[in-house]
């Protein structure tokens, strides 16, 4: 799901990042050239050897070579790598950011009930924001 241009919200489906990024959670990656990945990063990328899903792990290793980078990178809770290479001039997510759990909601299969609860929160946080602005 795009939610602003270069930015793409996620729903963790593993709990292959855990403790850091735990199944349910809600990533937002922003979308960059692969030159702007350091070691350490969480990176979100297309992984050939799983019919292209995407995967997002951290970098462990990056070398340059012939016009593309050479990745290698694990998820925290796993043992095994990944190693994958993207051309300079291609693109990948980089984790910005996460908030826990949501992704349990928007992954609900009725979407009368998704957007129930979507409203009932935007109500809730609405509610909240006036009552602190009428107190003040």
Known sequence: MQLLIGFRILVVQSGSMAPTIKAGDIIVTKMTTPDEVDVGDIVTFRDDTRANELVSHRVLK???????????TRG??????????????????????????????????????????????????SWWGLSRIWRG
């Open 62 to 72: 990056v070398k340059p070579k012939d016009g593309r980078l050479f990745f290698v």
């Open 76 to 125: 925290d809770a796993n043992t095994g790598v990944e190693r994958w290479s993207i051309e300079r001039t291609g693109s990948l997510g980089i984790v910005s950011f996460q908030v826990p759990k949501l992704g349990y909601f928007l992954r609900m299969p009725n979407p009368a009930v998704r957007m129930g609860l979507i409203v009932g929160a935007a109500l809730l946080l």
